[in-house]
């Protein structure tokens, strides 16, 4: 008798996980995250390439004042894509062009939180120097801005899209993600 | 042919009601924990899952059915007449939390909103804090203002964790137009015009004064910031500059490790610690601030001069407690005499 009450508490109880697990969006990529059979290798290179990819898309908009050229190929969310437009339009209504060059850029850390959540910590060095827009000659001194990034991503249609980005000194302690805003996405 | 009698049996068996009891549970507490998910769902969006409501439905209808068949003596009695009211006891306990269950997901009305000391909050279902409304298809979303008077945190560890924070509210209920005072608090939900308020978190909203080229203050607002515990760090950006603030506050002084500002460690008074970003520049490294003290960003400067607290209320409107509270009591009520005669016999 005890025995057949165990194995009912045991068979609703899986049936309660099973019918959670249909309102995981993806359910199959999430079991094998959870029981570590998740291609890690492969996504982390993923992000990555759109850690790079980010970094030189930002630096061709502010280099052409604003040229939506390649916008397609930016892997960020709206919000950032306003963010930095609208950046690079004020410096364009003050006379300016921003150059910035990434110089180096050493990922520190990717941390998955899930299929489709990861964040990464990146040290990068970038140099940047304003233009007249009109002349392009160099109207500040070249700085050398020596940072650490925290990148915060979503895999959007196969592809990992920054959500959100915070710039930090290098010294500076990063304080951990609050879950309110991971939630959000 | 079917025996009818050997269906309803099965039907009204106990192995049945145990199955869909450990099934309904276990789906509310895998949502409650958040076990497939980066957080945890809220108890009412939890409590309506569908797998949930199939579950409490069908244990609904097992319990209507029981006491159907008991009372026409399709079910064999107890062992006693003492017994046989336990049982009677116990299925109306399953129906009235089914029953509860049920109700809530047609009339819950589920809402946050964030005050600041002073600030005061109006609604007719607007107002809330984005993403914080659940509205069930008969919700009736209460029409009310509050009135944020005071916040009392009661800390532990150090002042990095709170066990109670108690709002001070000014409640007018806009249908009566009666206004009374109320004290809310996070241990526990109050019950205020048929409205359940408990406080969900809670936290500081700083003033900060943008002043220009010539020292004249141009722009100043207070902005709700998720500032506790103390070292906590949150953002703000005005429509008037690219630039983002991360600020953290401290309220009684900062560690050594933060910032450094000459002026700002070792304080024992409060200190906000301030970053601006622009994009991919660093505009001004982390630094501490004393209140009043100001950061210079280029011709612009900006300076905190004041830190009030704020608490997150959650309100809440759902007539199914009404019969899950009963129906819960009911049921703990039956397991406790059950278990007191099993240990008496």
Known sequence: ?185 | MVDNRKLVAVAVSDELRLGLGVFAAGSLLIRLVGVFSPVSDGFGQALHAPVVLIAAVALGIQALLRLITQTIGWLPGGASEGHDRLRIASNLGVLLLATGILLSSLTRFEGTVVLAEGQMFGSGGVGYLDGSVHSSWYADPPDMKIMMTQVIPSFYNHGRSYWDVNALLDYRNQTTGITKPASVHALFPSLLDGLLFQVSDFGYSLRYQLSGPAGAVIDEAYVILKSFPPGAEDSFSLSTSPNIFYVKYYPDGAPATEGSSPKGNGKTGPVFALRVTRVMDLVSPSRLLAPGEKALLGQESISFVDAVPWAEVRVVRDYGVYLMLPGICMLVGVIVVRLWRGRTA
């Open chain 1, 1 to 185: 008798m005890a025995n057949r009450t165990l194995r009912i508490c045991i068979l609703s109880f899986v049936l309660a996980l099973a019918g959670a697990l249909t309102s995981v969006p993806n359910p199959w990529q999430f079991i094998k995250y959870k029981v570590g059979i998740f291609d890690k290798a492969g996504e982390t290179q993923a992000v990555r390439d759109s850690i790079k990819q980010f970094s030189a898309s930002i630096a061709g908009f502010y280099a052409s004042g604003g040229s939506i050229q390649g916008l397609n190929m930016f892997p960020a969310d709206n919000t950032v894509k306003r963010r930095i437009f609208l950046d690079i339009q004020i410096n364009r209504e003050s006379g300016f062009v921003l150059v910035a060059d990434r110089d180096r850029s050493d990922v520190k850390q990717i941390t998955f939180s899930d299929t489709n959540h990861a964040s990464a910590i990146v040290n990068e060095a970038w140099f940047m120097q304003y233009q007249n827009i009109g002349t392009r000659k160099p109207v500040s001194d070249k700085k050398a801005n020596y940072l650490t990034l925290r990148y915060l991503f979503k895999k959007i249609g196969g592809k990992w899209i920054v959500m959100d980005f915070d710039v930090y000194g290098r010294n500076d302690s990063i304080p951990p993600v609050q879950q309110e805003r991971l939630a959000a996405w």
